[in-house]
């Protein structure tokens, strides 16, 4: 096997030439006098500084991003206004009176019930 190498071409030499002049005639800058303790003074400031607070507005948006959270918080929701539309919905006296009518053994529902009771009501 054999190995090939690349030779530069002219322009290529030509680029490197002017890189190395520019680099023989850069001007090194010197930082100001104390930058390093300004420097490390506002590292230990952001350091110290105090996180920012999470308002709920924000923490909802990040916690109903997750399918899991979303749904119980659907959950939690649908459950609340179940029970709260059925402490608010009065109860009426025609409700054991439909109860009692629809487990009649000419229904449907009474028929079931008679057949796995073995015909007691």
Same mark, same amino acid.
């Given at each position: 096997?054999?190995? +090939?190498?690349?030779?530069?071409?002219?322009?290529?030499?030509?680029?490197?030439?002017?890189?190395?002049?520019?680099?023989?005639?850069?001007?090194?800058?010197?930082? @100001?006098?104390?930058?390093?303790?300004?420097?490390?003074?506002?590292?230990?400031?952001?350091?110290?500084?105090?996180?920012?607070?999470?308002? +709920?507005?924000?923490?909802?948006?990040?916690?109903?991003?997750?399918?899991?959270?979303?749904? !119980?918080?659907? !959950?939690?929701?649908?459950?609340?206004?179940?029970?709260?539309?059925?402490?608010?919905?009065?109860?009426?006296?025609?409700?054991?009176?439909?109860?009692?009518?629809?487990?009649?053994?000419?229904?449907?529902?009474? @028929?079931? %019930?008679?057949?796995?009771?073995?015909?007691? %009501?």
């Amino acid at each position: 096997m054999t190995q +090939v190498t690349e030779r530069p071409d002219d322009a290529t030499r030509a680029d490197d030439a002017r890189l190395s002049a520019a680099l023989k005639g850069w001007h090194v800058v010197e930082p @100001s006098p104390g930058f390093d303790q300004g420097v490390w003074d506002r590292i230990r400031r952001e350091a110290v500084a105090t996180p920012p607070r999470l308002t +709920v507005i924000e923490f909802l948006r990040l916690t109903l991003l997750q399918p899991a959270w979303a749904a !119980a918080a659907a !959950a939690v929701i649908g459950v609340g206004i179940g029970i709260g539309v059925a402490l608010v919905t009065p109860r009426s006296a025609a409700f054991g009176i439909q109860t009692e009518r629809l487990l009649q053994r000419d229904t449907l529902a009474g @028929s079931y %019930l008679a057949m796995t009771t073995g015909g007691v %009501l």
